[in-house]
C-alpha cells in the first residue's frame, strides 16, 4: 500500500493567509492510499481517506513510474454572491494519475460524522419500564392460556 498526502503547490509570493490554508490542508487528515488488486496485477485500487476512513475508491490501472498526486480545490470563502454567484464552486479534494483526474469528493463528505446524542435517563427509564410489563404481560397471558 502507497499513501499519498497533499502537497501545496509552490508560489511566487509568501502570503500569510495562503500559507495557513495550505497548513490547514497538510493537517486535514485527508490521504490518499493506492493498494494491489486482489483480483490480479494490472490495476490498483485508489481511495481517498478522511481520519482513516475511506471515502471514495475507484478501480484504475497504475504502472510503475506514474505521478500519483492528491489535490485541492473551489472556493472556501464565498464573494458577496454567495454560492448562488456563477464564479462559486464547492471545496472539493481529488487524485490525479499522470495528471488525469480518476477521483473526486466533495469536501463536506470528508467531515467527520457527529456522535449521536446520549439518550435522557427518564427515555431509557421509561423505555425499560414498558419492555417489563410488556414481559409481565406476555407470561400472565401464557400461563391463563
Known amino acids: 500500500m502507497t499513501e499519498y498526502s497533499y502537497q501545496p503547490p509552490k508560489r511566487e509570493l509568501e502570503d500569510t493567509l495562503l500559507a495557513f490554508q495550505d497548513f490547514q490542508k497538510i493537517n486535514s487528515g485527508i490521504r490518499c492510499t493506492v493498494k494491489p488488486d486482489p483480483l490480479g496485477t494490472v490495476n490498483r485500487i485508489i481511495s481517498i481517506e478522511a481520519h ?77 419500564t414498558h419492555k417489563l410489563g410488556r414481559t409481565v404481560a406476555d407470561r400472565i397471558s401464557f400461563e391463563s392460556g
Open 52 to 128: 482513516g476512513k475511506a471515502i471514495k475508491s475507484v478501480l484504475w490501472p497504475v504502472p510503475a513510474g506514474v505521478t500519483v498526486k492528491l489535490g485541492t480545490g473551489g472556493s472556501r470563502y464565498t464573494p458577496f454572491g454567495g454560492p448562488h454567484d456563477e464564479q462559486y464552486k464547492a471545496p472539493h479534494w481529488w487524485v490525479e494519475v499522470n495528471e488525469r483526474r480518476i477521483l473526486e469528493v466533495p469536501e463536506h463528505e470528508t467531515w467527520p460524522d457527529h456522535p449521536a446524542p446520549p439518550v435522557p435517563w427518564r427515555t431509557r427509564l421509561q423505555r425499560h
